[in-house]
Every structure is written in C-alpha cells, then in structure tokens.
C-alpha cells in the first residue's frame, strides 16, 4: 500500500510563541510528514511582534526540525491551507475553555472548506499559558521566563525596554 504524505498547518497569531506552542510543534513534527507553522495577524488583537519577526524566531526555534516549515499569511486561514496544500489543520487544546470554541472551528472548517482538523492536547505544565497572557504579564513587568523560549523573552524584554510603537505603555523596570 502506498503511504500519501500528510500535510498539517499549524496556524496561530504566535505573538509571542510560548512553550506550549513549542510542545505541539513538536508533536506535531512527529505525526506529519510535513508540518506549516502559519504565522497569521488576528485583527481583533494589537500586534506586539511583527510577522517577520514572529517567523524569524519560529524558524530558529524549529531549525532542528527538517519537516517544518514556517511562513506568515495575510488570508483566510482555510484559503492559506488550501494555497498550501494541507491534509489536516494541526491545533492545541489547554483546556476545557478551549473546547467549545475549537469544536466549533473545526466544524465550521469542515464545512467551508472540507479541511479536516487534528487536535493535539498540550501538555499539563503549558495547559494555563496563552500569548495574550504573557504579553499582559510582561508589559506589566512580571516574569515570563518560564512560559517563552529564552530567546523570545530576551527579545521580548528588549522590545518592552525600547518601547512598542502605538502603545503608550509605564513600563516598570
């Protein structure tokens, strides 16, 4: 019998990537012969991170990882799915909050555009951490070291330091 490689797309506003989207990388990179890390913009969020930079960390955190491949998108996500030639939409699950509304994408996905979707749960230590959260926590001077990649929170405490333009932030030091 003839394998048909699997192509999963992983998409996300990752701004910034946590650990837990780490963790379902990773497992993801196990399960498919091909992995889309697709970096979108959520219009409904304000941007901390642009696009290029968010794939430019991305790929150096997966650059150990052959079949994954990172790129940013602009569109539907259904419609970069299909651009992209994906079998299946990759997508973590923390908690019980998540799913109710990923049920419903899933669904909606199906629907529209016939895209089947896979769900990985994160694992127990990541199932609480969420971008929104760690860019809140940080701005406000907490210490998000243990929930980003070290690289992230260097370059996420240097961006806080610098100043975010558009934000009028007090940042604490």
């Known amino acids: 019998m003839d394998h048909k490689e699997v192509t999963a797309i992983f998409p996300g506003s990752f701004d ?3 650990n837990g989207h780490l963790d379902v990388i990773q497992r993801g990179n196990k399960l498919f012969d091909k992995l889309i890390i697709a970096v979108g913009q959520n219009p409904d969020k304000e ?3 642009t696009p290029d930079e968010r794939v430019k960390m991305i790929r150096e955190l997966t650059s ?3 079949r994954v491949v990172v790129e940013s998108y602009s569109c539907l996500t259904v419609k970069f799915a299909e651009q992209m030639k994906a079998d299946v939409m990759l997508r973590g699950m923390r908690n019980l909050t998540d799913v109710s509304y990923e049920f419903q994408l899933a669904m909606t996905n199906r629907t529209v555009a ?3 979707t896979v769900f990985v749960m994160t694992s127990e230590e990541f199932g609480y951490v969420n971008s929104t959260m760690v ?3 940080a701005l406000l001077g907490g210490d998000v070291s243990k929930l980003i990649p070290e690289s992230v929170y260097h370059r996420l405490r240097k961006k806080i ?5 558009g934000m009028d932030l ?4």
């Not at 007090?170 to 030091?173: L, Y």
Request: avoid cysteine; charge should be negative.
């Open 16 to 18: 910034p990537i946590t």
């Open 64 to 66: 150990d990882m052959p």
């Open 161 to 165: 330091k610098k100043g975010i333009p």
């Open 47 to 49: 941007e901390f991170f």
């Open 135 to 137: 860019r809140q926590l």
């Open 114 to 116: 016939g895209i089947e």
């Open 170 to 173: 007090d940042i604490p030091e």
